[in-house]
DNA sequence: CTTCAATATCAAGATATATTGATTTATTGA
DNA sequence: TCAATAAATCAATATATCTTGATATTGAAG
């Protein structure tokens, strides 16, 4: 129940679901990135992704500083229906906008 | 967008979820069985039953002034697969106490 | 028409969650 | 060691949600 209801409310947020939409549509990518992308404000994202990320949707690779999100594989049954009904939402996505390899990714 | 979100949002509370599982394993209920039955006061109980019903999740059908509450048939594909985990959590149900059957039900 | 029972809604306070800007931590490279 | 950058965490405020008790609504019965 704990774990469902973990789940759950982390589903329960409309900048989630989207920035679940845009990771698993642009695969790995790092929050410099994500907030380039997205437009959000580096300690908001970071929030949202550490939710989702205990919520058991997404893995965080740490290389150097830099932090890769993306949605963790394998997904148990619920999340991976969870996200397959995502996917069925035809969500708008922004552009992927990639300071991380521009050199402009000053935080 | 809106329509899922209000899907998760009904799902996002231990509450509700039970009131589903109550629901799904013992069919139209009224009120006030729910209310004796989970121990809820009628106010809180009447809550939650209107946001699962706005959720799309419950179907009401009232005889007199009886408000019969079961699970919407049929459910869409995601809140039935959402029902489908419910049913896999295990969750312990109290037993069911009907009021309305035995002249007790005077709220 | 009046009363009563079942349910719904409202108002107030309590609790939880989201947003922002500031600060902290960790890692890299000079 | 020190400075700089990416990311995480914190503190304060704003907003949303939950709970409770009171009140309103609706239908049935006298």
């Known amino acids: 129940m704990e774990n469902y209801l973990e789940a759950i409310s982390a589903l329960n947020d409309e ?35 550490k939710i989702l990320k205990d919520g058991g949707f997404l893995r965080v690779d740490r290389c150097g500083t830099w932090a890769y999100y993306s949605i963790r594989s394998p997904l148990d049954r619920f999340r991976s229906e969870a996200l397959a009904e995502i996917r069925c939402l035809g969500i708008e996505l922004p552009p992927l906008v990639k300071l991380s390899e521009t050199g402009d990714c000053k935080v």
Chains 1, 2 share one sequence.
């Not at 989630?16 to 790092?30: Q, T």
């Not at 580096?42 to 929030?47: D, F, I, V």
């Open 15 to 49: 900048t989630r679901v989207k920035l679940l939409a845009f990771l698993d549509h642009h695969g790995p990518l790092c929050v410099c990135d994500l907030q380039s992308s997205l437009g959000m404000i580096q300690s908001r994202l970071s929030r949202h992704l």
